[in-house]
């Protein structure tokens, strides 16, 4: 079945670089997606969307980066800081045959920054 | 404005007890997901419901599990004759009913052990 999965399971990082996670999934008829952190013991936090008729799209010490040929995203933090040591997980919204509203999550990333 | 609520946020019980985990979305949201993550999984999509109205139930066990968001009060998802595999976070998103685009808030979940 379609699937949305992530290159690395872990990334470690020193306090001060910038982090970069990475997405790829299987559905090409998704058209939005959405970045949530999810920090121990806490519910998914939304951190930044992107649609599917947009490449980029920054926010605060964020960005995503969307690649609809290889169907690859990607989030970028810079300047990352201990309180951004948590699970990272990219999720997809087909939007197809009237289900826009089943969010297909990936396995998700465990960011670790290092002081 | 307060976000998605939860409760209880933990959960204790023995094999063949019921649960009731209840979910009560951020104001002005009519739309509700609840979701089951395992340990170390992301988020699996269990059922989409409107006031008093289930829309989409298709990630739910067809037995055992059950849900609802009656007219007033919470959403409540009810797991009869617990198992041990029923163990996990249970997690409840909202959304307002005017978005194209489904960008949905979490609570920060429900853990539930089956002993």
């Known amino acids: 079945g379609e699937s949305v999965g992530l290159h690395l399971p872990t990334l470690s990082v020193q306090e001060g670089d910038n982090s970069i996670i990475n997405c790829a999934y299987s559905n090409s008829a998704s058209d939005y997606f959405i970045w949530y952190k999810q920090e121990s013991g806490k519910g998914p936090q939304f951190i930044i969307d992107i649609r599917s008729n947009m490449d980029k799209r920054q926010g605060q010490r964020v960005t995503v980066l969307l690649n609809k040929t290889v169907k690859h995203l990607s989030l970028q933090i810079a300047a990352t800081q201990p309180g951004d040591s948590a699970v990272y997980f990219c999720a997809e919204n087909s939007g197809s045959g009237g289900s826009n509203y089943k969010l297909t999550f990936g396995k998700g990333t465990l960011l670790t920054v290092n002081p | 404005n307060a976000g998605v609520m939860q409760n209880p946020r933990h959960l204790v019980r023995r094999r063949g007890q019921e649960a009731r985990l209840r979910c009560s979305p951020m104001?002005?949201?009519?739309?509700v997901y609840w979701y089951r993550q395992l340990p170390e999984e992301g988020l699996k999509f269990m059922v989409y419901?409107?006031?008093?109205?289930?829309?989409?139930e298709s990630g739910m066990p067809k037995e055992r599990f059950s849900a609802e968001f009656p007219k007033e009060g919470p959403s409540i998802l009810r797991i009869q004759q617990v198992v041990r595999g029923d163990s996990a976070a249970y997690f409840c998103?909202?959304?307002?009913?005017?978005?194209?685009?489904?960008?949905?808030?979490f609570g920060p979940g429900t853990r539930l052990t089956v002993l």
């Open positions: 104001k002005g949201h009519s739309h």
């Open positions: 419901l409107q006031k008093e109205n289930i829309i989409d």
């Open positions: 998103a909202s959304s307002p009913p005017w978005t194209v685009y489904n960008e949905q808030f």
